[in-house]
Structure formats: structure tokens, C-alpha cells
């Protein structure tokens, strides 16, 4: 497959000059460049850092009680989006 991509000129001018001193081609220089990033992507685990919710530790009693379902809201609590929007026409 061809592709087309911009490399900026000093970095093109960089590549250019490692692969005349590695007597290679400047697609074997890309191509085991992108491989490499590849690989390094692949071995260091997941590409997405976990979010704060997904690592926060809970004190056990929150623990049990969000286990339990009681962090969830009952139905007759109220949505906070129809909350938040009865207080700004309040204003």
C-alpha cells in the first residue's frame, strides 16, 4: 500500500542522512522506525491511561456500599441535570 505523509524538513533531512550511513533506503529506515513503535506500544500495556474513577480506592465501608447498590440513585430521587437546569432558570 502507498501512502503519502509531510515529514517536516529538518527531521526528513535527519532520516536521509541515517539511512546513507546505514547504507538503507529511506522506506527501510520508515518502515523499521513505525515496527518499532509498534512494538513498544504493544509491550507497554494499554495505550489509554486508566481515569481517576478507574483508579481510585475506596475506604472499605464505601466499598461494600456502592457493592450493595446504594450509590445508585432510587426512583424517586431526582435527575441533577433537571436540577441543575430548575435552578438556572431560577435565576
Same mark, same amino acid.
Given at each position: 500500500?502507498?501512502?503519502?505523509?509531510?515529514?517536516?524538513? #529538518?527531521?526528513?533531512?535527519? +532520516?536521509?542522512?541515517? #539511512?546513507?550511513?546505514? !547504507?538503507?533506503?529511506?522506506?527501510?529506515? +520508515?518502515?523499521?522506525?513505525? &515496527?518499532?513503535?509498534? &512494538?513498544?506500544? #504493544?509491550?507497554? !500495556?494499554?495505550?489509554?491511561? &486508566?481515569?481517576?474513577?478507574?483508579?481510585?480506592?475506596?475506604?472499605? &465501608?464505601?466499598?461494600?456500599?456502592?457493592?450493595?447498590?446504594?450509590?445508585?440513585?432510587?426512583? #424517586?430521587?431526582?435527575? +441533577?441535570?433537571?436540577?441543575?437546569?430548575?435552578?438556572?432558570? !431560577?435565576?
Amino acid at each position: 500500500m502507498k501512502a503519502t505523509i509531510d515529514i517536516p524538513d #529538518a527531521l526528513y533531512k535527519r +532520516v536521509r542522512i541515517r #539511512a546513507i550511513e546505514r !547504507g538503507k533506503t529511506l522506506k527501510q529506515i +520508515v518502515l523499521a522506525s513505525l &515496527e518499532r513503535e509498534l &512494538e513498544a506500544m #504493544a509491550s507497554s !500495556g494499554p495505550t489509554q491511561p &486508566e481515569s481517576f474513577f478507574q483508579k481510585r480506592r475506596l475506604l472499605p &465501608e464505601f466499598a461494600r456500599r456502592e457493592a450493595e447498590g446504594g450509590c445508585k440513585p432510587g426512583p #424517586a430521587d431526582r435527575d +441533577v441535570t433537571e436540577l441543575i437546569s430548575q435552578d438556572r432558570d !431560577g435565576r
